[in-house]
């Protein structure tokens, strides 16, 4: 019994470890489609509201005509490109890529295509 009891204390000790790394990376996935997704509704949104969006690490959290904030990003996330990213009053994108940091200040670099405002994830987290 002893020996069964250490058994299943060795196999949780190295399965643990491999589990919650697998639960935060399939948690950042599920997060990274969510801000893929706003960036897309940023374009509707700025075609609704008629207002152009330059968004950068300086203007990303500022509120639109609608109030609310150009991106609500998940917790501990935050835009950190220098270059903005425009979305027009007309629907459309100027395109470009989007830098973000995440909770663990893992990087990653989001391209927004020019027009249709499409978004791919070019660089993941190492």
């Excluded at 470890?17 to 997060?31: G, V």
């Excluded at 150009?70 to 459309?92: K, R, T």
Aim: charged letters at 15%; one cysteine or more; hydrophobic letters at 45%.
């Amino acid at each position: 019994m002893l020996a069964v009891l250490t058994l299943v204390a060795l196999l949780s000790g190295i399965a643990m470890p491999a589990m919650q790394r697998w639960y935060n990376s399939l948690a950042q996935r599920a997060q990274l489609s969510e801000i893929a997704i706003q960036f897309q509704r940023l374009a509707a949104r700025a075609a609704l509201l008629s207002q152009t969006v330059a968004l950068s690490k300086d203007t990303w959290q500022n509120k639109l005509v609608d109030d609310e904030p150009a991106l609500a990003l998940p917790e501990g996330w935050s835009v950190v490109s220098d270059q903005p990213v425009v979305f027009y009053h007309s629907g459309i994108c100027a395109g470009g890529n989007v830098d973000l940091e995440g909770p663990e200040r893992q990087r990653v670099q989001l391209q927004v295509a020019p027009v249709s405002c499409d978004v791919s994830l070019l660089r993941q987290p190492s």
